[in-house]
């Protein structure tokens, strides 16, 4: 039971330790009413540019939560569109909410990181299984969204990747309900299709694939490494090593 508590201690309390330090160093942030929600400049002006797009944006959530969670969205633009097209799985309002916020807007004052990008001929062939993805999501009633364990606004882009198999991107390990199987089943393909993921209702699990690499979750909390670009995966602070953004995205602002 030592090396267990030892190890759990190290890649699971110590990181979430470090980053609520972090938090409480860089004050906290603004109150959600006054933080800003303006584009971050990470998209190029839709109506300049004619090839389609497809983006999955993560950012820390607000406030406290920040200290180990972050919330993901899609950002779609098919070929020629004068405008982007963004979907949130929120807790207020519509559960799945368009066009609510900037395509790349900052998350209630957080700058958000791609997480997958792809433009052109690849991103006009994934949006119809993108669109697909989205309308045949089961949790789009309202009182259907939980914060923890899920199904919440990660658990709604995890489904989409997965129901989308032509997008191979993973998550990041602080996507806090990643991991909620959506569809009730314990065992099944990660959403890369490249391993396979086992989980208890989202309270735990494990996951071994090529693209998401190996995780281990405790409480959605996860732990673990990145094989494919090597990193290291800890609880709160993320990914630490290369950087984890999939696609063949090229568009610039």
């Not at 899920?150 to 198999?165: C, E, I, M, R, Y």
Request: glycine share 12%; charged share 20%; net charge positive.
């Amino acid at each position: 039971m030592k090396p267990a508590l030892i190890a759990f201690a190290v890649l699971f309390l110590l990181p979430l330790g470090l980053s609520a330090a972090r938090y409480k160093m860089n004050g906290g942030g603004e109150g959600w009413w006054a933080a800003d929600r303006s584009s971050a400049g990470l998209l190029p002006r839709a109506d300049r540019h004619r090839p389609a797009v497809v983006r999955v944006f993560a950012a820390r959530t607000v406030r406290w939560r920040g200290i180990f969670a972050v919330h993901c969205w899609l950002v779609l633009k098919e070929d020629g569109a004068p405008r982007y097209t963004r979907y949130d799985y929120t807790a207020w309002g519509e559960p799945i909410r368009v066009n609510g916020f900037e395509p790349d807007g900052r998350w209630f004052g957080q700058v958000p990181e791609v997480i997958f990008a792809a433009d052109g001929e690849a991103a006009a062939a994934l949006i119809p299984q993108v669109r697909a993805a989205i309308e045949s999501y089961a949790w789009r009633n309202h009182g259907d969204y939980r914060p923890w364990p899920g199904p919440n606004s990660n658990t709604f882009v995890a489904a989409v990747l997965h129901d989308a198999p032509g997008v191979h991107a993973a998550l990041p390990p602080t996507a806090i309900g990643k991991d909620y199987p959506y569809d009730g089943r314990w065992l099944r393909w990660t959403q890369s299709r490249t391993g396979v993921r086992l989980t208890l209702g989202g309270y735990a699990g494990l996951t071994l694939a090529w693209v998401e690499g190996i995780e281990v979750n405790l409480l959605g909390a996860v732990a673990g490494l990145d094989l494919r670009r090597p990193a290291v995966k800890l609880p709160g602070l993320g990914r630490i090593g290369l950087p984890g953004r999939d696609g063949a995205g090229t568009a610039s602002p």
